[in-house]
């Protein structure tokens, strides 16, 4: 019997151990790698004047501490989920960090003076939509814009920019005044945030009447990926 016992234990550490060593290891370093995204509301925003009006958005930050040179989030998109009349309706917004999709083409008119058409970049459109993350890196995306001595406020989503909408205002992203419940994510190609709760006020028709703040009133509530 104690031989017995003993060819086993010597399988176990021969054969067995190293394996499972192996499999804790990548497990490990996998877990290590991920990207660890949060999402909060800016303590404050102030309204853009000479835009004449105001943007409201939400932080999203990388946690990841970066070890073993991992921790990046790739691809990484915001949705925006809002709950209008008990519809929810979801939006893919623009990264504030990402350039306006609009191109300027200019042209010569006469010697010396030239002109310039402006259009919009179909493919920055696209480009807008999505960020990278580097470790402990955060950036902001866009969730609503208003303008001064208007009651309705827009979802900003980058086909906003399209021609055939005037001054942004896509009329399937409107919203009248009124507080809406929303829920914001973040998709990556590598992971993924938990969903984060918050609400859109829009309550007047300054520019200050448009507002976020989150669920239990917290300013910097946050979520980690899973």
């Known amino acids: ?95 504030a960090s990402k350039r306006d999709p609009i191109s300027i083409q200019y042209f010569q008119i006469s010697d010396g003076n030239f002109g310039g058409v402006m259009s919009t970049d179909l493919i920055g459109i696209q480009e807008c939509k999505y960020e990278d993350f580097f470790p402990g890196e955060r950036k902001k995306l866009d969730v609503a814009m208003k303008y001064e001595g208007e009651s309705d406020c827009y979802i900003h989503e980058p086909e906003n920019f399209l021609p055939n909408y005037t001054g942004r205002r896509k009329p399937e992203n409107k919203l009248k005044n009124e507080k809406y419940v929303c829920e914001a994510r973040i998709e990556c190609s590598n992971g993924k945030s938990k969903p984060m709760s918050f609400t859109l006020i829009n309550n007047g028709t300054t520019m200050e009447s448009l507002s976020l703040d989150s669920i239990n009133n917290s300013t910097d509530t946050q979520n980690s990926s899973s």
């Not at 370093?29 to 958005?57: C, D, M, T, W």
């Open 1 to 95: 019997m104690a031989t017995i016992c003993s060819e086993l234990l010597s399988f176990i550490q021969v054969w067995v151990w190293p394996i499972v060593a192996s499999i804790l290891t990548v497990v490990l370093i996998y877990l290590l790698q991920k990207p660890r995204l949060s999402i909060s509301i800016p303590q404050s925003e102030s309204s853009n004047k000479a835009f004449g009006g105001k943007f409201v958005h939400l932080i999203v930050r990388n946690r990841s501490k970066g070890i073993l040179g991992g921790g990046m989030a790739n691809h990484c998109k915001g949705i925006i989920t809002v709950n209008v009349e008990g519809e929810k309706k979801s939006f893919v917004t623009k990264w």
